[in-house]
């Protein structure tokens, strides 16, 4: 028998490993800052979703973006999971006591955010070229990428109407009944500069534990990410533990559409680009069958409460892709 | 001898005068303060020099009118002269740390207001209402009125080309040299809502201590506004004290287009619509020329460092006022 370091596929160190994981909000950005520690930062790259992006105050708010770079900066507010640490209030304070709308939540220093992000948008340059510089100024060294430069508006269909994302999100508490969604101007969306070379050049792409429906089906959504896909190893995480999200409406949404939230629902979703999935460990006994299904599974801890479960999980991950990449290089995967 | 006090005009009671005043920023709010604290509210009107107002970071800032409305309310820094007392500075740091333009300063409460009254101007409301209702949210009961609702922006002519404002006021700290000014739009604006009212029910108009060039002038320039104070008992107290003003360039612009900065020539400045002046009691050997020239002058205290010096200048200022009016009333003065 062949002893294991001989197999034909030999693995790389996970430290030269080329990565891009798509990526929404909280579960999505804290899987990202566990890849951080454990990768090289030029090979990693994050495709983030822009579909919740919205104006509010006159203001370009990149809710997704901001999560993943605040974390990555180590500036992230770790209690609400979005926002920033340390941040004041009295913006929005004063905003309110004129009257102003104040039901999304800005505080300050995410305001000076907004403030420069929207200056530089209304100069003409390009989302991925301020959130480049804006990492740079955050000592983020990882590349991030918006999934596109072009504007891309994810609507909720609900019982009580079509709602843009933030209206339905944080303005309606997710309590609407979903039916489906649109990611208005994906079609005629290009990806973001840098997207296509990141997905050209990666060994895999981490669908991290984000919203299927929300925060990663808008970065499918838009043209050649999907394909490009198709040409990879491709790994998703259950953003669903024990049939409930940590964070946000996703097992609502499945429940509402007739599915019920599990970790196999999530495979089913991704199924056409998977090459394996992590799901958590309360999870075991529904992987077996994802893994007659020809779906490799990891069932691992995937709830992240400290800095050291990110690493511990983004090691996991990669080791457990590298294994089964070992075992069924993708040139042998079902093509989509 | 008649006594005084059955003069053929009897002196209204100061509560019933009904007064409107022409401020520009620190020195102007400070007595309009005053006089809010001896007038009913319903007897005083303010009209502000809008012509500083500009974009920046996207947001309509109106200098004047904030430091009218916030000192009014109680909550206009003391030491700073602009901007709000308790206030943070978070949103700006924030915006600076990402390369963001920062000289001009804004604070995170006052952002807040700068926000709101950018997200109503862009649904076309009339900064006129906007203001009426931040003073009610105030608590501001008196009227503060912007001199126009239309755009005039102020352009200094300096030795180092046209600037406008506020690139001339804070970006350049009042360095170049100035030789003139000009109120682009002042031609075609039309008073706000209120104003010409105000005027044309005014016992009197007080010129409160503000750069005559470029805080009252421009008020000045609103079509209406000069022929309507020429029906009106003018008083006018000098920013110039013993040669210097208080805060702002007033006399280095004097200087700079060759006119030596006094109280007198701020009289003169304004000599076409006065029929009374305050200056300060240093001021005192320059007003007997001014007294020969036919401008009655009051000297006093006029530097209003205390709560107590605004209320008792105003009351001062009021006094003086209603007694020239009884002793030459106003349609016995030389007609513009």
Redesign the interface.
């Known amino acids: 028998m062949r002893p294991k370091n001989s197999s034909p596929f030999s693995p790389s160190p996970l430290s030269a490993l080329k990565v891009v994981a798509l990526a929404g909000g909280v579960g999505g950005a804290r899987l990202v800052d566990g890849l951080a520690q454990v990768l090289p930062a030029q090979n990693l790259t994050v495709i983030v979703n822009t579909g919740d992006d919205f104006e509010y ?3 370009k708010i990149c809710p997704d973006l901001d999560t993943v770079c605040y974390t990555l900066a180590g500036i992230a507010n770790p209690v609400t999971g979005w926002g ?1 640490i340390n ?2 209030w ?12 104040g039901w999304f939540r800005l ?7 907004h ?2 992000r ?2 530089r948008l ?1 100069l003409g340059e390009r989302l991925s070229q301020i959130t480049r ?2 990492c740079n ?2 000592g983020v060294n990882l590349t991030v990428l918006p999934m596109s430069d072009d504007l891309v508006q994810t609507w909720v269909y609900t019982d009580e109407g079509v709602l843009p994302f933030q209206e339905y999100f944080v303005h309606r508490r997710c309590q609407p009944r979903v039916s489906g969604f649109s990611f208005e101007g994906a079609d005629q969306a290009q990806p973001a500069l840098g997207v296509m070379e990141a997905l050209g050049l990666a060994d895999m792409v981490v669908i991290c534990p984000s919203n299927p429906w929300v925060s990663i089906d808008p970065i499918l959504a838009v043209p050649g990410i999907k394909s490009a896909l198709g040409a990879k190893f491709v790994l998703a995480v259950s953003p669903i533990i024990g049939g409930q999200t940590v964070k946000g409406p996703a097992a609502k949404m499945y429940a509402e559409m007739g599915i019920e939230p599990s970790a196999p629902a999530v495979a089913h979703h991704y199924h056409m680009l998977l090459n394996a999935f992590v799901l958590d460990q309360v999870d075991a006994p529904l992987a077996t069958a994802l893994d007659d299904q020809g779906i490799p599974t990891l069932t691992t801890h995937t709830l992240m409460t400290s800095a050291d479960d990110r690493r511990r999980l983004a090691k996991e991950v990669l080791e457990f892709a590298v294994k089964i990449m070992e075992e069924k290089p993708p040139e042998r995967r079902n093509s989509i």
Chains 1, 2 share one sequence.
């Open positions: 105050l006159g203001l920033r941040e004041t009295n913006s929005l304070e004063s905003l309110t006591t004129l009257g102003g709308p505080g300050d220093r995410d305001i000076g955010t403030l420069e929207t200056r209304k510089d804006f100024a955050w």
